[in-house]
């Protein structure tokens, strides 16, 4: 895709972030895409060849812009136990954003998917655990992680933080903060440990 195909692409996607931020996914049709955007419903299928398509590369672009804030921020930590507080703050501080909330109504406005949809869903899923995913490749590396576990801690790890973003979304940030940073000292130390006691 050209320049003009590509910086096209990009307005309906930020277009459509502001109507679904606004209706929630499930209530924006494509004529709101066509009338916020002042693209025609031609062009907007022609880059995306449904809604769900539209949000799945939405979906996608936040996910990549997420990926490099935490890049920023893992720079800042030298070793895996600042480096798992620091992601869980970050994760904390994502789940305030608008586009979560949409994401909400994206997964739960219809339970019947494509297979191409849910592979691209899962790849999406995937996606966002290899962050996870290295901090404890990098673990196992130093020796604070068996070999071979760092599969199951991603999943363990991502899933602590996705269930503590579902019932305390509307919480005030500072309290959700506390709250991922005690998830990560249980899934560290034990829900009675403390750093450097067995």
Sequence with gaps: MGTKGQQKREFILDRAKEVFVQKGYAATSME???HHSGVSKGSIYYHFDSKETLFIKLMERYLEEWEAGWTEKEACCSTVEEKLFAIAEHYALDSQTPLQKVAEDFYISQPRRSEAIKMHLLELVHKSREPFERIFREA?????????KAGQMTVIFSGLLDGLSQPYSED?????????KE????????????????
């Design 183 to 198: 998830a990560v000292r249980c899934f560290l130390y034990g829900i009675n440990g403390e750093p450097g006691k067995k």
């Design 32 to 34: 709101d895409l066509v």
């Design 140 to 148: 196992e590396l130093s020796g604070e992680l068996s070999v071979g």
């Design 172 to 180: 005030k940030l500072e309290d959700m903060l506390v709250l991922y």
